[in-house]
């Protein structure tokens, strides 16, 4: 609008430069002229009304507000002597607001970032309240008010601490997963129609997988002697586990809980037709089916486990796992490459694994 109103009164100060030399009756003349002209829009526009811009109330106030009320109702114009006297008004309010406007009241705003670390503690722990929350801040050398605190919380939106501090099966599983396994049974089909029954194992912390047999008839001998051998490799291995979680197959025997409670392990079971209870277990079943088992003829029970046994070295050596950062299981995850010159050099080789259903890539020597 400024930039407008600068324009129309540079071309109507060049204007008024021209009517200089003009004389008195050329004058006379030009203003009948606009005024017939303005007669005959009014007879076309009818009732409808002429519509001004910001910037043409602007300068027609300007212009014409200093002329006496009598001179302004002589005048030939399409909107009432009125009109830009309230034209005149409210510039004058707006110009007023502008330059009188009030102090803001009140107390300054919390800084973003502490407002931020209200809601990282917040949600980080579901039994912390308000005044947890600030005591936390206090340790941390934060000044702000109790009362602060709450009102951050309330504008977010975040429930009292003794509603939201209920856990959940998932936030259950991501604090105790250093401490816990799962397991289950799975089935596949050889080329002569055998149904052959595996079992296999993670853990939920590093994502390895441990494949424990596979047989035709799992009775309960069978799986005693799986727990067993699961025990023994979890105590080679150093392997503080505290939780097993399975479902309730029938498969597993008593004994089998037996075994595992020996060595210090206790059974958790999963609810009935709840799969999601045991969803990493769940996931990597799917991942061997899709990768694995749906992709190779299996011809008998050794061709089942000599795949599954090279497929378990590759998930656990090599896959990259999403729930870990994408990091293999028994690998941290490498330094990237930054070197510009290193990154010019790159030279990936592929390695088929199981005949090519399985392709592990590495950097060439």
């Known amino acids: 609008m400024v930039l ?17 030399p003009m004389s008195d009756h050329a004058k006379d003349a030009e203003i009948l002229a606009l005024r017939h002209q303005i007669t005959v829009l009014e007879w076309q526009l009818g009732m409808a009304r002429a519509r001004f811009a910001a910037h043409d109330r602007a300068f027609l106030a300007a212009l014409l507000v200093p002329l006496p009320r009598e001179a302004l109702r002589r005048l030939r114009l399409l909107v009432q002597p009125d009109t830009v006297l309230r034209w005149h008004r409210n510039l004058i309010k707006q110009r007023h607001a502008r330059t009188c ?44 008010a109790a009362s602060t605190v709450w009102a951050i919380i309330r504008q977010a939106g975040i429930d009292p601490a003794p509603e939201r501090a ?52 799992p009775t309960a001998t069978w799986a005693v002697q799986a727990a067993k051998n699961l025990a ?47 969803a990493i277990m769940e996931r990597w079943v799917q991942t061997c089916r899709r990768e694995l088992l749906d992709r190779t003829l299996i011809w008998n029970h050794r061709h089942l486990l000599r795949a599954l046994r090279e497929f378990k070295d590759f998930y656990n050596g090599h896959r990259p796992h999403q729930g870990i950062a994408n990091a293999r299981p028994l690998h941290p995850l490498p330094a990237p490459i930054t070197d510009p010159d290193e990154m010019a050099r790159i030279n990936v080789r592929r390695r088929d694994r199981l005949g090519g259903t399985l392709h592990a890539y590495e950097h060439a020597a």
């Not at 936030?171 to 816990?180: D, K, P």
């Open 232 to 278: 023994m490799d979890l105590e080679d291995a150093d392997c503080r586990t505290r939780f097993m979680i399975r479902d309730r197959d029938g498969k597993y025997p008593a004994p089998f809980d037996a075994v595992l409670a020996d060595a210090g392990i206790n059974v958790v079971l999963s609810g009935i037709r709840m799969p999601r209870m045991n």
């Open 166 to 217: 209920t856990s959940t099966w998932a936030h259950f599983l991501c604090s105790q997963a250093e401490a816990l396994l799962a397991c289950d049974f799975f089935e596949t089909v050889t080329l002569s129609g055998a149904r052959l029954y595996v079992f296999a194992v993670i853990e939920h912390a590093s994502r390895r997988v441990r494949v424990l047999g596979a047989t035709t008839h």
């Open 4 to 20: 407008r109103l600068v324009c129309l009164t540079v071309i109507n100060v060049f204007a008024a430069l021209r009517l200089l």
């Open 101 to 144: 406007r009030p102090k803001r009241s009140g107390r300054p705003r919390t800084v973003r970032s502490i407002r931020v670390l209200v809601l990282r503690l917040a949600r980080e722990n579901p039994g912390w309240g308000y005044r947890r929350i600030h005591g936390e801040l206090v340790v941390l050398r934060v000044t702000v």
